[in-house]
């Protein structure tokens, strides 16, 4: 049998390890998916304070890690352990001054470490003695990872023919920082137009030098070719269009089953939705929302970002809120933004008896939320992918969407949910009129509806398959350039 394909896996969020948002989804689950289609994929990450304080099933391995920098040697460690249910290896680049810190991202030199980190990694395959076959990096944190491998990683053979791949989960985080970081990577290259003077963009540098480009769903792959959803790259995006690709992204089903998921307090599925009630009543008992059985309960779990499409929700909460489109309830769970945390936790404390938010973050009311509410808000203004609607689906609650990038591609009008074009609340509202209308007056047509997002394929099986075919050609493009 032929060997295996080794896959050097990098991301600055791997669930359940370290998660802020999709990213975290996606590097958690996207490896298990490819190392059951027989790839040797090992997944490489910081080793952030949750780690070093000691995390089950994770070690510390003896080694150090002398990493080469512009500001002489710098000494790593690391941890290794698996992503849980599975043999995927994680390995944790350990560096105090860098990674232990209480928060991911938002420091003044994360440039310097996510650079570090991505050169860490190469440092580790050698020090374990594992030599990769392509290099696939997610986001600016792990661009840099693909700017050495082709520029300074060639002086070493051990790097010739390693193909790249560089998976965009959103281009409105490019990494910018100051031509000192090439100094610190100890690498030369040009600028880029889309560069100014003395400036890095780290998200247009994987775009630039990755062998080939993907993003998170086929309609996201578009609107980043033009100048409305490119956030200034699109020219870049159009000059690579060969190569970019768009493959939606799944669900981790380990996690993700509303027939075993152990945060749920009853389970159910299309056959049994019986429990299902039961969700909700455990839902509105932890949310502190009357035990009210016909109304419908309306969601909405996110990070509070721009990209989110907040501002459509303030006046379209007054309109919910004051039965304007007949008696519902609201449950908000996100953080992020403060504008954004203070509308919701304003307006729920205006409307205390219909209306709750839950402001931060909560991995263990998310599921919850998703089984127990009966419609899932994402307005968003761009979405990548979102994970948040399949979620949703598969758990019962009706995505009520902006037809935009990811959330085009897998929610259908009248079918599997709800979606509207326009990005404003007129759009919006008729949408969520026209989803109340159908719940209180047709239910079997809601029924309908529900099934068929709860019974739609959100699994990794289809697009892990896209990704071997990137694999295949990027190994194809380094072959070729011999
Ligand atoms: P994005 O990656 O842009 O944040 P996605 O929809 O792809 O959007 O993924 C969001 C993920 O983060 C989902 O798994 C969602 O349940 C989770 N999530 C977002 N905000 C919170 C929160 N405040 N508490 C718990 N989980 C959250
Ligand atoms: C990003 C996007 C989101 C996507 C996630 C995982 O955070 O905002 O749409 O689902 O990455 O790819």
Known sequence: MAEPLRILFLSAEVAPFAKTGGLGDVGGSLPKALHALGFDVRVVMPAYRKIEAGYPGVQSMPLRLDVPTGSGVVHAGAFEGKLPGSEVPVYFIAQNNLFNRENIYGYGDDSYRFAFFSRAAFALTESINWRPDVLHAH???????????????????????????????????????????????????????????????????????????????????????????????????????????????GLDYDE???????????????????????????????????????????????????????????????MLMNSYSGPAQFVVLGSGAAEYENMFAQLAAYHRDKMTAYIGYHAGLAPLIYAGSDMFLMPSRFEPCGLGQMIAMRYGSVPIVRATGGLADTVHDGYTGFSFHDFSVGALWDAIQRATFIYNVDRPNWRRIQANGMSADFSWQRSAQGYAQLYEWAQAQQRYRG
């Open 139 to 249: 986001d600016w944190h792990s661009a840099p990872a693909i700017v050495w491998l082709s520029t300074a990683g060639q002086a070493n053979p051990r790097y010739h023919g390693v193909g790249s791949v560089f998976t965009i989960h959103n281009l409105a985080h490019q990494g910018l920082s100051s031509w000192n970081i090439f100094d610190y990577l100890q690498l030369y290259t040009h600028s880029l137009k889309e560069e100014a003077y003395g400036e890095v963009n780290f998200m247009a540098r994987g775009i630039y030098h990755a062998n080939i480009i993907n993003t998170v769903s086929p309609t996201y792959a578009r609107e980043i070719m033009t100048p409305d959803g490119g956030a200034r790259l699109d020219g870049l995006l159009r000059h690579r269009q060969g190569d970019l690709h768009g493959i939606l992204n």
């Open 256 to 318: 993700w089953n509303p027939a075993t998921d152990p945060r749920l307090p009853a389970h159910f599925d299309l056959d049994d939705l019986e429990n299902r009630a039961e969700a909700r009543r455990a839902l509105q008992a932890t949310v502190g929302l009357p035990q009210i059985p016909d109304v419908p309960i309306l969601a909405l779990i996110s990070r509070l970002d721009w990209q989110k499409g907040l501002e459509l929700m303030g006046h379209t909460l007054h």
